[in-house]
């Protein structure tokens, strides 16, 4: 299944929601890790990965940008309490 999605996607990473995005990388991940694929898949498999975590970090740094505009000043860290 894993290696199924991974072919089918025909869309561009830059198209792609990070929703999207995560869960083509969980199943490249997985292929990858079932050790099943030639070295030529593989290495094709690999490069959509890193273009896929690029992509993600990118993602989310848009929408950390974004919070921290909407907060403003009132934007805190989060601190574990200490028990």
């Known amino acids: 299944?894993?290696?199924a999605s991974a072919k089918k996607s025909e869309k561009p990473v830059e198209e792609l929601s990070y929703e999207e995005a995560l869960?083509?990388?969980?199943?490249?991940v997985e292929s990858l890790e079932d050790g099943q694929s030639q070295?030529?898949?593989?290495?094709?498999?690999?490069?959509?990965?890193?273009?896929l975590?690029?992509?993600?970090?990118?993602?989310?740094?848009?929408?950390?940008?974004?919070v921290q505009k909407l907060?403003?000043?009132?934007?805190?860290?989060?601190?574990?309490e200490s028990e």
């Open 53 to 66: 975590v690029t992509h993600c970090g990118a993602l989310l740094e848009s929408a950390q940008l974004k």
């Open 39 to 51: 070295l030529e898949e593989s290495m094709k498999l690999f490069e959509r990965g890193q273009a």
């Open 71 to 80: 907060a403003g000043e009132s934007l805190v860290a989060f601190e574990e």
């Open 1 to 3: 299944m894993a290696k």
């Open 23 to 28: 869960a083509e990388l969980e199943g490249i």
